[in-house]
């Protein structure tokens, strides 16, 4: 039954909120697995292997990269709210299960699973935001759902100390109960956003006759999708290699162990990225209502602070440099981040939002698993810091053709 708080000025933030938890689960259910090899293999030899463990991380990437732009045209087809209700339930169940494994093959397809399930949230949850926040607040409320991702990264790379304090199969067992009973919360807090009979018509005779693989020509035709593309795709490369490679690149430049180094980059970026995630937003919010393009000055200032950050990251020496340099790329990063729907609403018409989303997460998913991979072969070379340097080059490009290319018409594309 259908309550007036839904209709209320609050109820868009109450459905931040509750989403908010979904995408700290999202990412804690995730990342447990990665601080858990070491409890694991005990009872699972294989995991002994760090090809069989990179396999388990490999295959999850793979799916989640491939399935994410036809997750995004299936969220722009059905209701988001219950699409966003499977997606945690799923992946929560399988966490669940995970703490009952005995082998390596019932992990390896867990995992999979864990890959399509979680692929489903992101450019259902983005879009239903994007649909509660048409004007003021959009880059905010956005931002804001992030921090749930950056949180749940940081909490998940506690598994190895729950593990540690109770075992690796209880951690997986409860916090995968905490997902399903969640969802069923979301089943009677979490609704879609009421449209007009006029709006449900106009879009179910515009996407109700229109392929998924017509969805993608049509964002594909769309000149300012392909700079969105590359400036996401550019800003994911040092988004994944601070993720992958920034404790070892502190603890080799620093001369640290990397008990330290870990928490040290971590902290770092987590909580410079939160802050730049609140400045981002409200300056966003404010300054398009002056100028349509601001929001993507806003993305382009973020961009500007990550530049000289992943040089002196990268070819800087000595503690302080190290923190401040991170410092600078965690709130550049955070004002890019919060900024990258609400510039897509400025192109792309909300019937195909989460398809063209769905996309930018699978190129930035992609671009993760090369970087990974090129950064390892820096590394054995002895060129790590090298390697960050140089993708201020990219950001560079990007940077450029988002200012000289990117001219909004209006804030909300229809």
């Avoid at 998913?365 to 090298?386: C, E, H, P, R």
Wanted: glycine share 10%.
């Amino acid at each position: 039954m259908k309550t007036d708080s839904k209709f209320s000025k609050i109820y868009p933030w109450v459905v931040v909120g509750l989403l908010w938890i979904v995408a700290l689960l999202n990412y804690m259910d995730r990342q447990m697995l990665s601080t858990m090899r070491e409890a694991m293999q005990i009872d699972i030899s294989e995991l002994e292997s760090a090809v069989n463990f990179g396999r388990l991380m490999a295959i999850f990437l793979w799916i989640y990269g491939c399935i994410s732009p036809f997750a995004g045209a299936v969220a722009d087809r059905i209701s988001r709210k219950w699409l966003i209700i499977a997606s945690l339930g799923v992946w929560s169940a399988v966490t669940l299960l995970m703490g009952h494994c005995t082998t390596f093959n019932q992990i390896y397809w867990l995992r999979a699973i864990m890959g399509i399930s979680e692929a489903l949230y992101i450019p259902a949850a983005l879009s239903l935001i994007a649909d509660y926040f048409t004007g003021s607040a959009r880059s905010l409320a956005i931002g804001i759902h992030m921090t749930g991702l950056y949180l749940g990264q940081a909490i998940g790379g506690f598994g190895a100390k729950l593990a540690e304090a109770y075992s690796w199969q209880q951690t997986f067992h409860w916090f995968g109960i905490i997902g399903v009973l969640y969802a069923v919360v979301l089943a009677f807090a979490l609704h879609d956003k009421v449209r007009t009979q006029v709006e449900e018509n106009a879009e179910k005779i515009s996407v109700g006759k229109e392929s998924i693989f017509k969805s993608f020509a049509l964002v594909f035709s769309n000149v300012a999708f392909w700079i969105i593309l590359f400036f996401f795709a550019s800003v994911s490369l040092p988004g994944w290699a601070t993720k992958n490679w920034l404790p070892t690149l502190f603890a080799d430049s620093l001369g640290i162990p990397m008990s330290q180094a870990g928490p040290i980059s971590t902290i770092t970026i987590a909580a410079s990225s939160f802050l730049g995630v609140l400045i981002g937003g409200s300056m966003s919010d404010k300054w398009v209502k002056k100028n349509l393009k601001g929001r993507i000055y806003t993305s382009s200032i973020g961009m500007a602070l990550m530049i000289p950050a992943l040089i002196f990251i990268g070819m800087g020496h000595g503690m302080g440099a190290a923190i401040c340099a991170g410092l600078c790329f965690g709130i550049g990063y955070g004002m890019v981040d919060t900024n990258n729907m609400p510039i897509l609403c400025q192109f792309v018409p909300a019937k195909n939002r989460a398809t063209a989303y769905g996309l930018m997460n699978m190129t930035g998913v992609f671009m993760g698993a090369v970087i990974t991979k090129l950064l390892g072969k820096w590394a054995d070379q002895g060129n790590l810091g090298l390697g960050f340097a140089l993708m201020a080059a990219v950001i560079t490009v990007a940077l450029l053709l988002q200012l000289l290319v990117l001219k909004p018409t209006s804030d909300d594309k229809q």
